[in-house]
């Protein structure tokens, strides 16, 4: 896979990644998931990264995976789909909900199906105005994948949820907003500039409670209130060791600004 079909860049403790096939909505090929999933794996363990935005170039955000010589190719056996699956797609759905870094999503334009899936994994989703999000997969003939029927539920609930799937017509971005699948909808010129700002905020905050926030929120509607007590518990234990939370507490009793260095 060529580099040039992710972008990837540093900048001020913040990972841009950027999807580079415009010609093609940038619909991921394997190898360029792949690559994705590396790059996020990467994010979450370097201590110097504290936040990531994931966007795309050109009308696309991500028009979900590039099914040219894919699906339907070649003699399959039972098991192949389902591999391929746990593999795949759902890989970089897990990659980027497991990311230990906050991650925004910067809908440049159309999201459709894996590519859809992909931005509401994200932690914050920005939508420019002329984005969509479509779940195309019933126009064809296909069952949702990239963890859709898992994530969809979660965030409009499961009658909303069932429409969007069934019928298969694109969402605006105000609908989408409306509807709680996007925390904001700016002008299309407006788009980097705003993801800009928001990346820079979660990067000078304290990573670490970030980290475990996103843990516990994640967890938070797969659990009974018991064992999301404990998890709360625990992970309070675990930020009161950081640098950042003895920061947050020194900066309060001292009345003055916090500096977090993300440790």
């Given at each position: 896979m060529p580099v040039s079909e992710v972008l990837h860049v540093v900048d001020g403790q913040v990972a841009y990644?950027?999807?580079?096939?415009?010609?093609?909505?940038?619909?991921?090929?394997?190898?360029?998931?792949?690559?994705?999933?590396?790059?996020?794996?990467?994010?979450?363990?370097?201590?110097?990264?504290?936040?990531?935005v994931l966007t795309g170039t050109g009308r696309g955000f991500c028009a979900g995976a590039d099914l040219r010589g894919g699906a339907g190719a070649g003699e399959r056996v039972v098991g192949d789909v389902a591999r391929m699956i746990r593999e795949g797609a759902q890989?970089?759905?897990?990659?980027?909900?497991?990311?230990?870094?906050?991650v925004i999503a910067a809908v440049n334009?159309?999201?459709?199906?894996?590519?859809?899936?992909?931005?509401?994994?994200?932690?914050?989703?920005?939508?420019?105005?002329?984005?969509?999000?479509?779940?195309?997969?019933?126009?064809?003939?296909?069952?949702?994948?990239?963890?859709?029927?898992?994530?969809?539920?979660?965030?409009?609930?499961?009658?909303?949820?069932?429409?969007?799937?069934?019928?298969?017509d694109a969402l605006s971005a105000t609908d989408a907003e409306r509807l709680g699948l996007v925390n904001r909808v700016v002008p299309d010129g407006e788009l980097d500039k705003t993801a800009r700002e928001w990346a820079a905020r979660l990067a000078a905050g304290p990573t670490r409670a970030l980290a475990?926030?996103?843990?516990?929120?994640?967890?938070?509607?797969?659990?009974?209130?018991?064992?999301?007590?404990?998890?709360?518990?625990?992970?309070q234990?675990?930020?009161?060791?950081t640098a950042d939370a003895q920061e947050g507490v020194a900066s309060f009793v001292e009345r003055r600004s916090p500096e977090y260095r993300g440790r």
């Open positions: 990644l950027t999807l580079n096939r415009p010609e093609a909505l940038n619909a991921l090929t394997p190898p360029q998931r792949d690559h994705l999933i590396q790059l996020f794996g990467e994010a979450s363990a370097d201590p110097d990264i504290r936040a990531v890989r970089l759905v897990a990659a980027v909900l497991d990311c230990e870094k906050p334009g159309t999201a459709a199906g894996l590519g859809a899936h992909l931005a509401l994994a994200c932690d914050l989703v920005l939508a420019a105005e002329s984005a969509r999000f479509i779940e195309v997969f019933v126009r064809r003939g296909l069952v949702p994948d990239g963890g859709g029927a898992y994530l969809l539920p979660r965030l409009v609930g499961p009658r909303r949820a069932k429409e969007l799937m069934f019928f298969g475990l926030t996103k843990q516990l929120v994640n967890a938070s509607l797969d659990s009974d209130r018991a064992t999301a007590f404990a998890a709360e518990a625990t992970a234990e675990i930020n009161m060791t």
